[in-house]
């Protein structure tokens, strides 16, 4: 038993240094990813519930690593939010989605009001230099402010809420707008959407999953969402929409736009026209 316990021991700690020693590439990797252009921005359509039309993409980001592959931002971005270089890559992902869009306002025709979505970071709100940052993006792309939406989530506010507060109202005099994220998960009390500058509230997809699915709770759940969103005059976004069935409940509800594999996963920029373009046929 005791030999046992020692290759046991063994196994698990060469485990733990390996997973340790992989973590530890991935930081000093992570440094580079800018210079070594290895950073590339999904898009995933943001449709219109009542006629499908597409309104807007997010900006997902992925990283293509030489050895790895596509790294989701799951596994990256808690590691680039711990060394700071979300800061940059934030910043980048901005620069690039605000480029994009621009691009494909002046190129392809009936999306001259398309807007994006990018998501922030919690780093980010709390960076003296951010706000800056999104007035220097935008006009050096052209774009209109009320084209560009920011995504918070609610557990991202916690940290330091009078900065974070102050960001978002300064980002909002930039007329941008602000979407709370995987709204219903995080922990904030619902006051909160009455005294911030938001506009929008991406359902999560938690609860999106349940609809169609016989789970009554769910159901509910999202219903009241969509009740509480048109209480007090904002958008709704329903995200992870997958079935047809599910588009059927949220159009019952009233809920304004939806964004999930039913119409598409996030696509690299180059496959985004063909994709408009096959859609409107
Ligand atoms: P999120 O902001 O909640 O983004 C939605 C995620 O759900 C995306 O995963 C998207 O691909 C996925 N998704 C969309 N529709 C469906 C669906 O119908 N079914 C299923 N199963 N999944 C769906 P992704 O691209 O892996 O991004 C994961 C998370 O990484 C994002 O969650 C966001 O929190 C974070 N992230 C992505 N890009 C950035 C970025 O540029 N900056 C920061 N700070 N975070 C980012
Ligand atoms: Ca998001
Ligand atoms: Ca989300
Ligand atoms: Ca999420």
Redesign the pocket.
């Given at each position: 038993a005791k030999n046992h316990d020692r290759v046991q021991a063994m196994v698990f700690s060469e485990e733990m240094y390996r997973k340790a020693s992989s973590r530890l590439d991935l930081e000093s990797q992570l440094v580079r990813v800018l210079e070594k252009n290895e950073l590339r921005?999904?898009y995933?359509p943001i449709v219109e519930v009542s006629t499908e039309n597409v309104v807007s993409f997010?900006?997902?980001?992925?990283w293509v690593h030489g050895e790895r592959g596509l790294i989701?931002?799951?596994d990256f971005?808690p590691i680039?939010?711990e060394i700071g270089m979300?800061i940059p890559?934030?910043e980048w992902?901005?620069r690039q989605?605000l480029e994009q869009v621009k691009q494909w306002r002046a190129e392809i025709t009936g999306v001259e009001n398309l807007s994006i979505s990018?998501?922030?970071?919690a780093l980010?709100l709390q960076d003296p230099d951010f706000v800056g940052v999104v007035a220097d993006a935008l006009s050096a792309s052209g774009v209109d402010p009320v084209a560009l939406h920011l995504?918070v989530?609610e557990t991202m506010l916690m940290s330091d809420v009078d900065v974070a507060v102050e960001t978002l109202h300064a980002l909002r005099a930039l007329g941008v707008s602000l979407s709370i994220?995987?709204f219903g998960t995080g922990h904030a009390a619902l006051g909160y959407l009455r005294s911030l500058p938001v506009q929008t509230i991406?359902i999560?997809?938690s609860f999106?999953?349940g609809l169609n699915r016989g789970d009554p709770k769910a159901t509910s759940i999202v219903d009241a969402i969509v009740s509480l969103a048109r209480a007090l005059d904002l958008d709704v976004i329903a995200?992870?929409?997958?079935t047809t069935g599910q588009l059927a409940e949220l159009r019952q509800m009233g809920a304004r736009l939806a964004?999930?594999?039913?119409w598409s996963?996030?696509l690299p920029p180059d496959q985004v026209p063909s994709w408009l373009n096959e859609k409107r046929r």
């Amino acid at each position: 038993a005791k030999n046992h316990d020692r290759v046991q021991a063994m196994v698990f700690s060469e485990e733990m240094y390996r997973k340790a020693s992989s973590r530890l590439d991935l930081e000093s990797q992570l440094v580079r990813v800018l210079e070594k252009n290895e950073l590339r921005v999904y898009y995933q359509p943001i449709v219109e519930v009542s006629t499908e039309n597409v309104v807007s993409f997010e900006a997902l980001v992925r990283w293509v690593h030489g050895e790895r592959g596509l790294i989701s931002p799951l596994d990256f971005i808690p590691i680039a939010e711990e060394i700071g270089m979300i800061i940059p890559i934030g910043e980048w992902v901005l620069r690039q989605a605000l480029e994009q869009v621009k691009q494909w306002r002046a190129e392809i025709t009936g999306v001259e009001n398309l807007s994006i979505s990018v998501n922030l970071s919690a780093l980010q709100l709390q960076d003296p230099d951010f706000v800056g940052v999104v007035a220097d993006a935008l006009s050096a792309s052209g774009v209109d402010p009320v084209a560009l939406h920011l995504e918070v989530t609610e557990t991202m506010l916690m940290s330091d809420v009078d900065v974070a507060v102050e960001t978002l109202h300064a980002l909002r005099a930039l007329g941008v707008s602000l979407s709370i994220d995987d709204f219903g998960t995080g922990h904030a009390a619902l006051g909160y959407l009455r005294s911030l500058p938001v506009q929008t509230i991406k359902i999560d997809r938690s609860f999106v999953d349940g609809l169609n699915r016989g789970d009554p709770k769910a159901t509910s759940i999202v219903d009241a969402i969509v009740s509480l969103a048109r209480a007090l005059d904002l958008d709704v976004i329903a995200e992870g929409v997958e079935t047809t069935g599910q588009l059927a409940e949220l159009r019952q509800m009233g809920a304004r736009l939806a964004q999930g594999y039913l119409w598409s996963r996030p696509l690299p920029p180059d496959q985004v026209p063909s994709w408009l373009n096959e859609k409107r046929r």
